[in-house]
């Protein structure tokens, strides 16, 4: 299959996957933390998305230890669903 791309879209992919390494290796070195709680989830993506995300089950809220743990959101996870959705709009 071949998929044609504007030059203005491949740059914006190739800005998305280097965006998305940068902070896999960020986060790999300690620099920002792998993880966001769910309301930094909320506050960074919007509230609708992240529940809808994982009512389609595309992302998976993690807790740690009993009922009173807070739950936590992979960073990478959640900018991945968000980055990809925003090439299917713009592609």
Known sequence: MIIQM???QLGK???DAAEMGAKLTLS???KIRPYLTKSEAFRSYGR????RWIDQGLITPRKDGNQSAPWRIERIEVEAI???KD???HI
Do not use: F, Q, Y
Request: aromatic share 0%; net charge positive.
């Open 87 to 89: 090439a299917i709009l």
């Open 48 to 51: 609708k998305n992240i529940e």
């Open 13 to 15: 992919l190739l800005r």
């Open 28 to 30: 790999s070195l300690g």
């Open 6 to 8: 504007t030059d203005h």
């Open 82 to 84: 968000r980055k990809a």
